[in-house]
Nanobody, 121 residues
Framework: QVQLVESGGGSVQPGGTLRLSCAAA????????MGWYRQAPGKQRELVAT???????NYADSVKGRFTISRDNAKSTVNLQMNSLKPEDTAVYYC???????????????WGSGTQVTVSS
């Protein structure tokens, strides 16, 4: 069984910073990519940022220059440093991992339960 455990959400004023972390736990053969998605009330879930095992990153245009994703392959963790936060960043943030289990030939998509980020004055 694989679990993605998120931490670091909370409330902050506009212009503030938050750091999200996500750790993958369980019997995992390899992790291909990890990332963060978010879902605001009444909106669809959207990509925030992803990072591959080789370090290639991808960001939503709305967060480029403000958010930084990083990964510790040895610890199976991914972090999201969020700077210059805006009210429109308010959402539930979900950790995602594309990973391979021992003995399973195909990669699977796994999700955390989400952590709330609220940006408000």
């Amino acid at each position: 069984q694989v679990q993605l455990v998120e931490s670091g959400g909370g409330s902050v004023q506009p212009g503030g910073t938050l750091r999200l972390s996500c750790a993958a736990a369980g019997r995992i053969f390899s992790i291909i990519a990890m990332g963060w998605y978010r879902q605001a009330p009444g909106k669809q879930r959207e990509l925030v940022a992803t990072i591959t095992s080789g370090g290639t990153t991808n960001y939503a245009d709305s967060v480029k220059g403000r958010f930084t994703i990083s990964r510790d392959n040895a610890k199976s963790t991914v972090n999201l440093q969020m700077n210059s936060l805006k009210p429109e960043d308010t959402a539930v943030y979900y950790c995602n991992a594309d990973l391979v289990l021992p003995g399973v030939p195909q990669a699977g998509d796994y999700w955390g339960s989400g952590t709330q980020v609220t940006v408000s004055s």
